[in-house]
């Protein structure tokens, strides 16, 4: 965390990286669905690539990674992002446990150690979505960091994010991170907005697909208290997805551990 004479900076990024997987055309989804379920070399070279990106940055909110089965030989692609890029602290959040086949997830970094990490589940028809809720400090100076990854289909997003509204209703420093697979306009997220106190985006920011950016679905949403210095889309095509990014200038009453 850099700090200057305009107020302690944060950097934010969030990142559905698809397990490294490297989709960056349409066709991309049929060759490469047995990297789903089958190891592949290419899928480091291109974690690799995602972590000299992500190191430049203080908290990274990840979806779509493996804690370690047999499709990664077994390597936990949360940890191994956090050792490239020099994160001395991480956390995993295993939404789908299907054995040795399969441990898919989210994953949260941070350069500063958090107060507290809680896992909770996302309602839905089919299971498999959660919210990880990242705390750092104490009271009401403390800053809420809420990672998520939701549904496809509307109704399921509706009651996860009423879910995901009541997490965060009395809290006056949150940030929301990650792929909520809707807009800022959709129904959905009228609601969010209207039941918390985070801010609607000033502009949209096209992050899907990543070959040809037409979708707004992954979202930095803060409160009014956390101050945006600037917020954009990276040209970054190791996934399906673009990441997006937000630097914060944070109030003097937020007090981070050391």
Known sequence: MQEDAAG???????????????????????TNLW????PASCRFRNLDRIAQLIADYDIVALQELDAGSHRTGYVH?????????????????????????AQHGNGLLSRTLP????????????????????????????L??????????????????????ELLVDYRHAVLMGDMNCAPG????????????????????????????????????????????????INHACSDHLPVAMELILPDDIHLPA
């Open 186 to 233: 959709s129904p959905e997220m009228r609601r969010l907005f209207q039941r918390t106190r985070l801010c609607e985006p000033a502009e949209e920011q096209h992050t899907f697909p990543s070959w040809r950016p037409n979708r707004c679905i992954d979202h930095i949403l803060v409160t009014p208290e956390l101050q945006v210095s600037h917020c954009h889309v």
């Open 35 to 38: 990297k789903h379920v089958l």
């Open 144 to 165: 809420i960091v809420v990672l998520i990854h939701l549904a496809l289909g509307q109704r399921a997003r509706m009651a996860q994010l009423d879910f995901v509204s």
């Open 77 to 101: 692609l949360t940890e191994y992002l956090a050792q490239k890029a020099g994160f001395p602290f991480w956390y995993h959040q295993i939404n789908r446990d299907l054995g040795q086949l």
């Open 115 to 142: 107060t507290a990490v809680t896992e909770h589940r996302l309602p839905g028809m089919v299971p498999g979505r959660g919210a990880l809720l990242v705390r750092y400090g104490h009271g009401e100076n403390a």
């Open 8 to 30: 302690r900076r944060l950097r934010l990024l969030s990142y559905n990286v698809q397990m490294g997987i490297g989709s960056s055309r349409p066709h991309h989804y049929l």
